[in-house]
Structure formats: C-alpha cells, structure tokens
C-alpha cells in the first residue's frame, strides 16, 4: 500500500513567474523510507510542504494515508510528523517546555504530556539539557528536539525536510542514528536532502528531483549505475591536457569531461582501470599533479541526469571565475 | 469551540512562560511605559497649566496609559512576525489543533502582558501624584476600556504580523503607524492648538475619544468637548466603544481567515 502518493502537482509563486513544482508525482510506500534528492530551489521543501497540508498546489492532487491532503487538511494533520529546515521550536522555552507544549496541543493530558516529554528527551539524548533554553543548543540538538517534536503521538507518516542540513559530521551521524532507529521502529518516512551520501544511507528509494519534477528514481545502487560508478579524475599542467584527455577517453570508453586542468570520465573497473591510466601516464612521460577515483557526488547523478551541475544556475559561474583568478 | 479555547489557553501559556523564563522581556515591557510617565511628568509637568485640580498628571495618565496599549500593535506583530520566521508557525499549524487557536492565543497572552503593565504604569503614576477622583466602579471601567482597546488593535496587529514577514518591518511599521496616531491627539496637549485639518483627525482619532472616555472615568471634566464642536469628542465613551466594536469586527475575521490561507 502507498503511504503516500503526490500527482502532478503544480505551484507556482508570484504569479506563475516562478515555477517551484512542475507536474512533480512521487510516492511511497508503507514503511519504507524515499529520499528526495536534489538541490537548492529544486521543489523539495514546496513539496513537503504541500504533503504536510501547510501549502496548496495550484493544481495537481495528493494523498497522506489514504487522505486527500487538499479536501481534510485536518485529519491528515493527525497522521503526519514534520521537522523542517529550521528547528522551529519556541527557542527562549526548555527543550522541555516545548516538548510538553506540544504534547498539550496534540491534546494528550497533562500527565501525558509530561512523561511523553521525558520519554523523548531520553531517547534523544538530551535529558541533561532538558531544563536549559534552546538558545543554549548546540545545532545537532536542536534538530533532535525538534525531531522529537515531531514524534510525540507516534506518527505513521513522517516528513524529514533536510534534517542534516548545516550541521557538523558528528551531528549528522547522531541525527542519521536517530533516523535509523525510527525506521526500524515501522514508520514511513519521506526524507530531504541535497547528499547522494544522506540518501544513500537512509533510504530505500531516491527521488531526484531538479526544477520542480522528479528526473530519476530506483535505488541508490541503480541511480549510480546510471551515473557509471566510479569517476577517474586526473589533474595536468595545461600542456598535457589533451594528452591527457585521450588516454582517459581511451579508459573509460565514455565522454570525458574536462575542466581547466582536469579531465574526469566513468570507468568500470576501479582500481584496475587507475593503473592503467598510471602506466599510460608513465609511457606518455606525463607527470600527473594529481589522479584518483572519484565516488559519484550529488554533482555527478545531476551532470549524468541533466547536463547541468547541482548548484543554482546563477552561482555557477562566479563560482568558476573566482577558481580561475587564484590560479 | 471548547477545543479551540483549549489551544489557544496553550498558546497564551506559552507566552506566559517566556516571560518567566526570560524576565528581562517583562522589565523592557515595563520600563519604557513608567519612563515616560516621569519625563512627561517632570519634563512638560511644571509648564503645563491645565487649569484641572491635581494639574497636569490627572491629564497625562489616562494619555499614557492610551499610548501604552496602542503599542500592543506592535508587539503583537512583532512576536508573531518572529514565530513566523523561526518556522514555529508552520508548525503549529502543520499540528491537527483547531483553525486560528494560535493567533487567538497570541493575542490573550498581549492582553494578560497589557494587564501587568497597566498596574505597574498605575503605582508609577501614583506615586508621581495621579488620583483618580471617581470611585472604584468608574476606574475599574476605565482599565476595562484600556484593556479591551489594546485588545482590539491586537488584533490589527496579527494581520500586519501576517502580512508582512520581517519582523524588523514589522517593527518600523507599528511605530510608524501607532506614533502619529498617539500624538495626533488630545493624550498630550490640547488639540485646538492644532492646524485645522489636523483638528479634524485629532477629534475623530480612536487615541483621543480613547483618552476624553479614561479622563472622564477616572473623574475629570470632558474638557475635550467642551472645545471641540464633534459628536465623538463630546460622546468619547460610546464613540471609543463603538470603535473598538468596529475594529474587531473587521480585524479577527481578516485575520483569521489570512492565517488560514497564508502561504497558499
């Protein structure tokens, strides 16, 4: 059974000039966890937040547990958890004082509340810092608390809308523990993120997404074959970068990309495949500044699936002219 | 409905726990409203002959204590610009809680802050030397007054909280608006020293029938219709209730309806 289901859905702000869902369908199903991947400004939080009722589409319809999210935003509001970008809980309260808030306004009683409360903090590692102001958190707990918000009457259906965003490696571990845990404890999960590595961890099935639709969906096993694997990256001195460019033609089989200094194309056989580029190097009496396998990046599923890397358009190439002038 | 007030009393507590939590917020809410009752006490006091007995600070009082509740505009859409922003109200509205419990209980939490403040401007007051002459009944209806007009622009409060998203906007629009609207009006000097156009606003200014209502509640004469030739400056008391039955009237529905359907 799906859990969730999202149909041609269509939203566009200021007047249809920016469109920030374009006939976007996904799904998932019961119990499993579909990680939505993409970058900035690609739709992810505009979709979350149309599936958690706080946003409707322009048209388009969707489903949360059999409900029509447009039609009974209400009892589709009983059935779902969200925790956004941004923890938004009340950050002069306790982590405490929220949590009991919150279990107040899902109308568990008082004593209710109050033990729900202290079962999270528990849970989440935050008992010691349950009496002190959110101000006083640190990032990671902040997003644990407001992840436990979002917990307190056991959801069936949960919206993670990037949950590892701007925190530190450590943070993002504990935070991907914590998720874990919560898939295995059965619920359905529809995650964010803009990190292949985040969805590859969590989820069963990705969902990249890229200005406002869905381009590719599997596993995370099939959406790297698609990318080829792994990447063989060699950096030259200019001179050498044709040279270069066809030995690794040569490798891979496949279009080369190459940069000021670098070239990169698929390869099949890994490390096999790098000491062959290596001896090549070596017989073409070519000194590589640096070479190497590369993993696919978010940066590469976007390149394969789209021809345009995963950064906002407009960055892009400031972001390549300040690489140039410090050269 | 009994859901609905359930939420909301949650929400208000809320607000009365920040308080508690951080008490510098209900010193700041306190100090600038006593402060201007010394200044204009000490400052404008001496020079001002009003020819009332008890002399300028039977004037000034019911004037602050106007003023003081108009700015719950602002704090109204200034916290709620900023809960906005956090995120926390999309939250609590993504929670299966009944339509509008989080404004509703946004604006009891300003009215109890309003109640402490009024009492604490009150001792302020008294002990600078404001008697009311009136009786308990007509004082306690005069706080009544204040609490429901600061009340009711709570209310405008929540739409331009609503409408506008930066909370420092918010901020600059509250004063923007509730500062003119204060001094163009009878709260601190007569208005018939005014050009005539401003007279015009001053006599019919919700702030001045506010402050001709409170003066005459708390026992002074309605000076303010005997030199002003309008119905709401010689009516303040019906003209001031009228407004506020207005206000509401026109603000909650708005704003009930613009938090239901704001970010569609």
């Known amino acids: 059974m799906k859990s969730v289901i999202a149909e041609h859905l269509v939203k ?16 998932v199903e019961e119990g499993t966890v579909l990680g939505v991947l993409g970058p900035n400004g690609a739709g992810k939080t505009t979709t979350v937040r149309i599936l958690a009722t706080l946003l409707k589409p322009d048209s388009g319809s969707a489903t949360v547990a059999g ?86 009457v056991k959801p069936k259906i949960l919206f993670l809308d990037e949950p590892t965003t701007g925190l530190d490696p450590r943070g993002r571990q504990d935070m991907w523990q914590v998720i874990q845990e919560l898939v295995k404890g059965g619920v359905t999960l529809l995650l964010t993120t803009q990190y292949l590595e985040e969805a590859d961890q969590l989820a069963d099935e990705i969902a990249v997404i890229d200005r406002g639709t869905v381009i590719a969906r599997g596993t995370s096993d099939t959406l790297k074959k698609q990318v080829g694997g792994e990447r063989l990256e060699i950096t030259v001195e200019p001179a050498d970068l044709d040279k270069t460019n066809q030995i690794v033609a040569k490798i891979s089989g496949h279009a080369t990309h190459v940069d000021l200094r670098t070239v990169s194309a698929p390869v099949l056989h890994g490390s096999k495949d790098l000491m062959e580029a290596l001896r090549a190097m070596d017989d073409a009496k070519i000194h590589p500044l640096d070479i190497g396998l590369k993993r696919p990046s978010l940066d590469d599923v976007f390149l394969s699936l789209t021809g345009h890397v ?3 358009t407009v960055q892009e190439p400031v972001a390549k002219r300040k690489r140039g002038s410090k050269r | ?83 906005m922003k956090k995120g926390l109200i999309d939250r609590f509205r993504s929670l299966p809680i009944s339509r509008g419990a989080v404004i509703i209980g946004r604006t009891f939490g300003d009215a109890l802050l309003n109640i402490l403040v009024l009492a604490v401007m009150a001792a302020a007051g008294f002990a600078v030397g404001w008697r009311p002459t009136s009786g308990i009944l ?7 007054f204040l609490f ?11 739409l331009v909280g609503l409408s506008v998203k930066e909370a420092r906007t918010v901020q600059s629009v509250g004063f923007l608006v509730t500062f003119p609207l204060t001094f163009l009006s009878n709260a601190f000097a007569p208005t018939t020293g005014m ?70």
């Open chain 2, 1 to 83: 409905m009994k859901d609905a007030i359930h939420d909301a009393m949650i929400i208000t507590k809320r607000q009365i726990l920040q308080l508690a939590r951080v008490p510098e917020l209900l010193v700041f809410s306190t100090i600038q409203p006593v402060m201007f009752v010394l200044l204009f006490r000490y400052v404008f006091g001496g020079s001002i002959d009003t020819g009332q007995p008890g002399g300028y600070v039977q004037l000034l009082m019911p004037g602050i204590f106007v003023q003081t509740v108009a700015f719950t505009l602002a704090s109204t859409a200034v916290g709620l610009a900023e809960d």
């Open chain 1, 67 to 152: 409900i029509d999210v447009i039609k009974h935003p209400d009892k589709v509001r009983e059935q779902i958890g969200l925790s956004g970008q941004y923890a938004a809980v009340d950050e002069t309260l306790t982590g405490w004082d929220n949590l009991v808030m919150f279990g107040r306004l899902y109308h568990l009683g008082r004593q209710s509340s109050i033990d729900r409360a202290n079962d999270l903090l528990e849970r989440f590692d935050l008992t010691e810092a349950a009496r002190r102001p959110i101000k006083t958190y640190s990032g990671g707990m902040r997003r644990r608390l407001d992840l436990a918000a979002s917990l307190i």
């Open chain 2, 138 to 144: 007509q004082t306690t209806l005069a706080f009544l």
């Open chain 1, 310 to 312: 995963a950064e906002e």
């Open chain 2, 148 to 158: 429901m007009f600061g009340y009711a622009l709570s209310w405008i409060g929540i």
């Open chain 2, 195 to 264: 050009p005539r156009a401003l007279q015009y606003f001053a006599e019919w200014n919700p702030v001045s029938t506010m402050v001709a209502a409170c003066r005459q509640l708390f026992g002074l004469e309605n000076e303010f219709g005997a030199t002003a030739n309008s119905w709401p400056s010689q009516n303040p008391l019906e003209t001031s209730l009228l407004y506020m039955v207005i206000l509401m009237a026109i603000f909650i529905p708005l704003s009930i309806r613009k938090y239901n359907n704001y970010s569609n």
């Open chain 1, 12 to 27: 566009t702000y200021r007047n249809g000039e920016v469109k920030a869902l374009n006939d976007l369908s996904l799904d």
